[in-house]
């Protein structure tokens, strides 16, 4: 079985060996830069308690560098081990359930896990290994919690306690295990033991969030307590139905029109609040009503193990608009999602369950392929930029426009606010550091390979006059949409389907370069 998921993993993501090496890895690879080991205690700066994270990260820095293959091969092997450990769970999860052959739904719902769309940021993605090892650590945890219900061998819970204290030093994700963990010893049938099962974890996490408060100062760690501690329910249990939904429906994959009326529509509070209503009445039904059938049980504990996964970022922005954009989010709860699906194909005859799990994973090969291709041509222009670039000694260089996405997927994203994304990609990736100062007028977002501007510069007043060759673009910055802006260098306007850049000093100093990016190549104006 192992390796059959693995060959299917590397069938779905060979073409992304050299990808995903951008944007917050540069600026990992910033943090770690002269750092010694040490630097894992305080996880080089970032505010987060992912010793777990950091203390891997730093070995493959220093093994793989920016090869691709190194990282490729961990981040594929650690998706097929969760794909396998989703399939051992899944097949306990449906023999529990009476079915009589567990094998094949176990392997229908594992296989979905593997070939989703939504997993290509995590397993591409090189800053993303927190989200595959917290999720191995979690589903080894809940594995050996089956095999304690199953046994009652004290080991087996011990391994499973274990491995939480693991998984929340890898990712604030974990939070959410002890509640999962509490729903399977439901599933099972078990009597609640408090103090073998739930006061353990209990005092686990709260020392986990005593530790946040005392290291970082904060509850939680990331984005902050104000973020990641906000109770705003009607926010919950939209951003859940917009994940459930995203996974059911697909409407990652939707029109942008329609795909937006939906997320509005889910964004309403009373289709939020009657979203909650329905799903803690159900959750109700489960535990009240004796007679609930195996099947429907069996979708009902998957599928509320999939709220309870998803829960932790449950209060944060669901992206919509864009390709890509934080699906790593739903990674693991996408697993629970899997096995409740191939749950309800399972109250359908033979020949048409096998029918809707056949047309559901070619749909999802289909788009899984088209992400991948994204992400590998997105690093080819972005290696291609940075093999292009040869102004490592001009003391300014003023970047007028750069791709900040590909159909959604990063390339030279920049948060940071201080225009480092180039130069940190520049430093790091292309080995090619640059001294001069570097002013990222604008970015923008690519839909094809073949995207071009039509650039001008006007040496009389310094204004600088770009115009798209093609509709569908528009100007980024910071990670937002952009508007008109200024700063004590330059102006910034939009100009119809272009922009115009007006300096504010000019002539500008001696040996000042303007660049734009066209395709993998820079043309200086």
């Known amino acids: 079985m192992a390796a059959l998921f693995l060959g299917l993993a590397h069938l779905l993501y060979y073409r992304t060996a050299q990808a995903g090496f951008v944007t917050d890895f540069t600026g990992l690879l910033h943090r770690m830069d002269g750092a010694r080991f040490s630097g894992v205690w305080d996880c080089f700066g970032f505010p987060a308690l992912h010793q777990v994270t950091n203390f891997f990260l730093f070995f493959f820095v220093k093994w793989f560098g920016t090869g691709g293959l190194g990282w490729y091969m961990v981040f594929t092997s650690l998706h097929m081990a969760n794909g396998l450990l989703g399939f051992v769970l899944a097949k306990k999860i449906f023999g529990q359930s009476g079915h009589e052959q567990p094998?094949?739904?176990?392997?229908?719902?594992?296989?979905?896990?593997?070939?989703?769309?939504?997993?290509?940021?995590?397993?591409?993605?090189?800053?993303?290994?927190?989200?595959?090892?917290?999720?191995?650590?979690?589903?080894a945890s809940l594995f050996f919690l089956l095999k304690y219900l199953e046994g009652e061998k004290r080991w087996h819970l011990l391994w499973s306690h274990g491995l939480f204290v693991v998984a929340l030093f890898t990712f604030e994700l974990a939070v959410a295990l002890p509640f999962m963990a509490l729903a399977v010893a439901f599933f099972y049938g078990k009597k609640l033991n408090i103090k073998q099962l739930a006061l353990p974890y209990a005092?686990?996490?709260?020392?986990?969030?005593?530790?946040?408060?005392?290291?970082?100062g904060g509850w939680a760690g990331h984005y902050g307590e104000g973020v990641h501690l906000n109770a705003d329910l009607r926010l919950i249990a939209s951003n859940c139905l917009k994940y459930f939904t995203k996974y059911l429906l697909g409407w990652r994959e939707w029109p942008h029109g329609e795909k937006e009326a939906l997320v509005l529509f889910l964004e309403k509070p009373m289709v939020a609040w009657a979203g909650l209503a329905f799903g803690l009445a159900g959750f109700a039904a489960l535990v009240l009503y004796k007679k609930t059938g195996a099947k429907l049980r069996l979708v009902g504990m998957s599928w509320l193990l999939f709220f309870l996964a998803i829960a932790p970022v449950s209060n944060l922005y669901v992206a919509y608009v864009l390709h890509g954009e934080n699906d790593r989010y739903g990674y693991l709860a996408s697993l629970f999602f899997c096995i409740g699906l191939v749950g309800v194909f399972d109250f359908f005859p033979r020949l048409l369950r096998n029918g809707l799990f056949t047309a559901w994973l070619l749909a999802a090969v289909f788009f899984q392929q088209k992400m991948a291709a994204y992400w590998q041509q997105g690093a080819q222009i972005v290696n291609g930029l940075l093999h292009d670039f040869r102004w490592q000694d001009a003391p300014e260089v003023y970047v007028l426009a750069c791709p900040e996405n590909l159909q959604g997927i990063p390339m030279f994203k920049d948060f940071s606010r201080e225009n480092l994304a180039l130069k940190h990609a520049l430093r790091y990736v292309g080995g090619k550091p640059s001294s001069g100062d570097f002013y990222q007028v604008a970015q923008f977002n690519l839909n094809s390979s073949a995207d071009r501007f039509t650039a001008s510069r006007d040496d009389s007043t310094g204004v600088f006059r770009l115009q798209f060759q093609q509709w569908g673009n528009w100007w980024w910055l910071h990670g937002m949409g952009l508007g008109d802006y200024q700063t004590p260098q330059y102006r910034f306007r939009t100009d119809g389907n272009g922009c115009r850049v007006e300096m504010k000093a000019w002539p500008p100093v001696a040996g000042a370069v303007f660049i734009v990016a066209q395709g993998d190549r820079w043309q200086e104006l």
Request: with cysteine; glycine share 0%.
């Open 103 to 139: 094998f094949w739904p176990a392997l229908m719902a594992s296989l979905l896990f593997l070939v989703l769309p939504y997993q290509v940021e995590a397993v591409v993605w090189r800053v993303c290994f927190n989200f595959l090892f917290c999720s191995l650590n979690m589903l």
């Open 203 to 216: 005092i686990l996490l709260a020392a986990y969030f005593l530790l946040n408060k005392l290291v970082l």
